[in-house]
């Protein structure tokens, strides 16, 4: 193939153009049953802010993340619980490993795409030594399984409701049981 000026900027152009549509697109990452590249970028963006690089939070600020998404995912109803602390985000406090928190989680409903937030369910499922302690029979979040609950209009205050309805902070408060 005989390449011309032309045809070079025409490439140039194109690979540009893939470029800045991966960029506005994360989507598009590679997605696994652990969450994948997207999981990954997702919480490294959005979620470890808070959480920290390694889940471990800011004691008495921001929870640790590790272990406690396993125990909430062992309580029933927890699957729709996780979509929507996700989406909507959670105020209230909470008891997490014997430590009291009370700040505002911010929902991502305007931020991530329903393939990203399951995927970043996904990655923290798997993280910080958390895949050790998921059930053998444990199902990766989809994009599908989030898009449901996405547009209900609840608050942060309405999801920490749930948690109570749940009793989610029965199986992540204590600290020494």
Do not use: W
């Not at 070079?8 to 540009?16: D, H, I, S």
């Not at 994360?26 to 997207?38: K, V």
């Not at 989680?105 to 369910?121: C, K, N, R, W, Y």
């Not at 996405?150 to 020494?176: K, M, S």
């Amino acid at each position: 193939m005989h390449t011309t000026p032309r045809t070079t900027l025409r490439t140039l152009g194109l690979a540009a153009v893939l470029a800045f549509g991966a960029a506005l697109l994360p989507s598009a990452l590679a997605q696994g049953a652990d969450g994948g590249e997207l999981g990954e970028t997702t919480y490294n963006t959005v979620c470890m802010a808070c959480h920290q690089m390694d889940g471990q939070g800011l004691p008495g600020v921001y929870p640790s993340i590790i272990g406690n998404p396993v125990r909430i995912y062992g309580v029933e109803g927890s699957r729709e619980y996780l979509a929507k602390l996700m989406l909507y985000g959670l105020q209230g406090e909470v008891n997490i490993d014997g430590a009291t928190y009370n700040q505002l989680m911010t929902g991502q409903e305007m931020v991530l795409d329903d393939a990203q937030i399951a995927a970043v369910l996904n990655y923290v499922m798997h993280a910080f030594g958390n895949a050790d302690a998921l059930p053998e029979d444990y199902e990766p979040f989809t994009a599908e399984e989030i898009a449901p609950y996405r547009g209900l209009g609840l608050t942060a205050a309405d999801v920490y409701a749930l948690r109570g309805e749940l009793g989610i902070d029965a199986v992540t408060a204590p600290a020494n049981e």
